[in-house]
């Protein structure tokens, strides 16, 4: 079974900068795409970015494409989402999420296997 520990949200000032991490355990970290997808509230979740196993292909939401980037660590297990310039339309639970196998799809909430509980990320302005 593997798990997803997300870590590193918090408040932030509007133009600021956040990393969040996601700590992987149960399985092969290099054979799992890794997604992060966030919520706000009253919203449905949606595509953040995504890398794929060996970090070669990254992919992003037009929303945040140019201030965040996903990058990974498979000696560490730990997945990661840079975030710069920060914004109120920022605010969301963020999740991280992997998938094993030949079905991913990187902005396809559907495709991914297992997902993390979620870390709270708020923006003042």
């Known amino acids: 079974q593997v798990q997803l520990v997300e870590s590193g949200g918090g408040l932030v000032q509007a133009g600021g900068s956040l990393r969040l991490s996601c700590a992987a355990s149960?399985?092969?970290?290099?054979?799992?795409?890794m997604g992060w997808f966030r919520q706000a509230p009253g919203k449905e979740r949606l595509f953040v970015a995504a890398?794929?196993?060996?970090?070669?292909?990254?992919y992003y939401a037009d929303s945040v494409k140019g201030r965040f980037t996903i990058s990974r660590d498979n000696a560490k297990n730990t997945v990661y989402l840079h975030m710069n310039s920060l914004n109120s339309e920022d605010t969301a639970v963020y999740y991280c999420?992997?998938?094993?196998?030949?079905?991913?799809?990187?902005?396809?909430?559907?495709?991914?296997?297992?997902w993390g509980q979620g870390t709270q990320v708020t923006v003042s302005s």
């Open positions: 999420a992997a998938a094993y196998g030949s079905r991913w799809f990187p902005r396809l909430e559907s495709r991914y296997d297992y």
């Open positions: 149960g399985g092969t970290f290099s054979s799992s795409a």
């Open positions: 890398i794929t196993g060996n970090g070669a292909n990254t």
